[in-house]
Structures are given as structure tokens and as C-alpha cells.
């Protein structure tokens, strides 16, 4: 969901210029920890995403992890030590469930850092984000999927829940928590998303997080993207980082264009794009996205991936690299979260960059992107395949001894 903590650069600057940040790694190794750890407390939701991984019911499952299961699951995670992962309570609609605030309070009592990322449902009120709040959660993540209400509402399949996610957000930040707002890259949201990034810069939230669509639950039955059009918008993302703070989730690639493009920056250069990076940027400067005041301080993406820095834990206490990679590696109920993460065959095949096959294996990025490991899945039903939405030529990068430069330095 988020990274709320201080972290280290692993990126010299070029000589000459300012040190700053290209992409980031944790402080610790992601062998022996995760950096974070989403736990879906439950399935149960009243919207009807077009999208949805966990393919959501009205009623939650009967062997959902309880409350005890749930106090086991935290007594895991604050094993790896400390500092702690962060820990994040995710759905479904997590305040379904009557026990939320007593959970985060039993994970904050532990040294967790929690977070919450609940759907935008009747129950997003006041009085339950004062809740959380009050039990110690520390960031909040929304979804907001469309920057109208019948844009939103149609993906969501639930008319209201642009105006309660919006309400929602609102009544968080008041109330001093960190927002994180989700939007999912997919063809529904395509011409939409410079239209959503302006609106999220005028709201106000913490991080804009773009989730590249993997094939995964109703997911599988939407209509896929181009590889073309996945760069286009993750430069357009990279651009939206000078106005308000962006990553993406299962766009991996993203790292690949953050290295790229602080290199061409440097040498006054421009990466040739398509139509689509094209009319996104034309869209964001008619809406004034990129004027007023500016981000002193790019976002830099972190180097974290599925089973390599993160973990889910699904609401039955299935341990998966990734919420969208549907793999397990185990069960919390019968081996311990640190075992499975550190020694599980998946786990540790996903941390070696080099048994990655087609065009991951063989690019010069592997060791900083790697590729999505759930699409790949998805598509292929081989965890190790090539991310088939990345556009990008192994070895077709011309600044190659820069490029060597920003990319070692990941390695030490």
C-alpha cells in the first residue's frame, strides 16, 4: 500500500549534479524480511468491481481467519523483527469486520505499523476512520477508479461510491491520516487517468499509486492492454511525479523508466513515445496538473516485488508473493509466516532474478524491475515468464554506460 518509513538511496548521482534518489531498496534484506505484508482480513464486500482480484461476496467466508487467527497472524509478522514490516489490513472491505479497530490496536501494541485499505462502502464513515485512528493506524488506501461519479460508479458496479470514497477521503485527512489513492491502469481508465491525477492533486493524498490490471479473478475477463500503452502510461505517470507523489503497483517496469528517464534527463533528451502518452499530456496541461507549485523531490519507485520485499496473506491463511499471483506457499495456520517467507521454494525462486526466462531473463533491468511475476503468471501460467506488458527490447537503451552506473549501484 504504502512506505510511511525513511529509506536509502541506492543510486549515485551523476557528477556533477545533486544527489537524489532514482529507486529505492529497504534498509534490510529482502530475503530475510519483507517490507510489507497485506493481510486480506476478509472477502466480504457489497461492490461489484469489475476488476476484482478476491472476486468479493456479500458474506464473509466461514473459515476466514478470527480474531485469535488474526492476533497469531500480527505475532508472525512483529517476528522478523525490527524495524517491522508494514502491515496492512486490506479486503474485501475490512470494516465488515466488528473487530477492525481492536486488531489494529493489537498490532500497534506489537510495533507494527498498520494501515487500512477498505472499499468505499457505507461503512467508510467518520466514526469508523476515527476508529482506526484512534486504535493507531497510521495510512488509509482508496480506490478511486474514475474522476466522475458515473465513471467511478460503473467500474465499481455500485451507484454512491464516488461520492462515499470521496467523503471518505476527506474525513481522513481531517483527521490527520495518510491517504493513498489506487487507480486501476486498465482500458476502462485509460483516457480517464490525467483527469484523475488532477483531482487527486486537488483532494490531497500522500501517494497516487497506479495498479497495472493483472488477469487475475474478474479481472480475467476484461479487456487487456498493449504493451505500448503500458509504457505511455508509465511515463506519463513518471511526469506526474513533478506534481504530485506517484508509483505504481504491478507495473514493475516503472523502476526500468525511472532509471531511463533520469538518464535522458540529463542529457536533454526525450524518449520516443506513443499516441497515447500524447494525449494524456496534452489532457494534464489543459488541466493545469503540471503548473503552481511543483514537488521539490521526485518519488522514487522502491525495488520491491512479489515474494522479494512483499507478502499476502490471504483471508484463510494462504501465504502468496502477491495478492494477484494466486500461488501458495503455505499456511499461517500450519507453518510460521518467517519460514514460509525465507525458505519456501516459490519465495526463494522468486528473489533470483536469474531464473527469469524470455525477456526478463535476458535484461540488462532484471535486478531492478524483474518484471510483474503475477501477469506473467497470469498469462502464461509460468512464474518466471516475461511480463508480456512490458515493451521493452533488452539491450535497445543507448546510454549504456550510465545506465551500467544506476544499475549496479542496486547490487551493493
Known amino acids: 500500500m504504502t512506505d510511511p518509513v525513511p529509506d536509502r538511496p541506492v543510486t549515485p548521482p551523476p557528477a556533477g549534479r545533486p544527489a537524489r534518489t532514482v529507486v529505492r531498496r529497504p534498509r534490510h ?67 465488515q469486520r466488528a473487530d477492525l479497530p481492536d486488531l489494529v490496536r493489537y498490532g500497534t501494541s506489537l510495533g507494527l505499523r498498520v494501515a487500512v485499505s477498505p472499499s468505499g462502502t457505507p461503512t467508510l464513515t467518520r466514526a469508523n476512520l476515527t476508529a482506526v485512528r484512534d486504535a493507531g493506524a497510521v495510512a488509509l488506501s482508496l480506490s478511486l477508479d474514475g474522476s466522475t461519479a458515473e465513471r467511478h460508479d460503473a467500474f465499481r458496479g455500485v451507484p454512491g461510491v464516488y461520492d462515499w470514497t470521496l467523503d471518505g477521503w476527506r474525513a481522513a485527512r481531517a483527521l490527520g491520516l495518510k491517504v493513498q489513492i489506487n487507480t486501476t491502469v486498465s482500458r476502462y481508465s485509460l483516457e480517464d487517468l490525467a483527469d484523475i491525477a488532477a483531482l487527486v492533486r486537488r483532494e490531497g493524498a500522500m501517494l497516487w499509486s497506479g495498479f ?40 514493475h517496469h516503472f523502476r526500468r523508466v525511472a532509471l531511463q528517464r533520469t538518464i535522458l534527463d540529463a542529457r536533454g533528451e526525450r524518449p520516443v513515445l506513443g499516441p497515447l502518452y500524447g494525449r494524456l499530456r496534452e489532457r494534464a496541461e489543459a488541466l493545469g496538473l503540471f503548473e503552481g507549485e511543483r514537488r521539490a523531490v521526485r518519488r522514487a519507485p522502491m525495488d520491491v516485488s512479489s515474494g522479494r520485499g512483499f507478502v499476502f496473506i490471504s483471508h484463510t491463511g494462504e501465504v502468496h508473493p502477491s495478492g494477484f499471483l494466486p500461488l501458495s506457499a503455505g499456511s499461517v495456520r500450519e507453518r510460521p509466516l518467517v519460514e514460509i517467507y525465507r525458505e519456501s521454494p516459490l519465495f526463494v525462486s522468486l528473489r533470483d532474478p536469474g531464473l527469469l526466462r524470455g525477456k526478463c531473463g535476458a535484461c540488462e533491468f532484471k535486478t531492478v524491475c524483474g518484471g510483474s511475476r503475477s501477469r506473467a503468471y497470469g498469462f502464461t501460467r509460468d512464474v518466471l515468464e516475461a511480463d508480456p506488458y512490458c515493451a521493452y527490447e533488452p539491450g535497445t537503451f543507448p546510454h549504456r554506460a550510465e545506465l551500467r552506473a544506476l544499475t549496479e549501484s542496486t547490487m551493493r
Open 29 to 95: 534484506a529482502v530475503a530475510e524480511r519483507p517490507f510489507i505484508v497485506i493481510w486480506e482480513a476478509t472477502r466480504a464486500c457489497p461492490l461489484a468491481c469489475l476488476h476484482c482480484r478476491a472476486e468479493a461476496q456479500t458474506a464473509r467466508h466461514p473459515q476466514e481467519l478470527d480474531g485469535a487467527d488474526a492476533r497469531r497472524v500480527m505475532d508472525q509478522v512483529a517476528a522478523f523483527g525490527k524495524p517491522s514490516p508494514l502491515f496492512v489490513i486490506t479486503g474485501g472491505d475490512p470494516f
Open 212 to 251: 497495472v490490471l493483472v488477469p487475475t479473478g474478474r479481472g480475467e475477463r476484461m479487456d487487456q492492454l498493449t504493451p505500448g500503452e503500458v509504457e505511455d502510461v508509465l511515463h506519463f505517470l513518471y511526469d506526474c511525479g513533478t506534481a504530485l507523489a506517484t508509483k505504481t503497483t504491478e507495473g
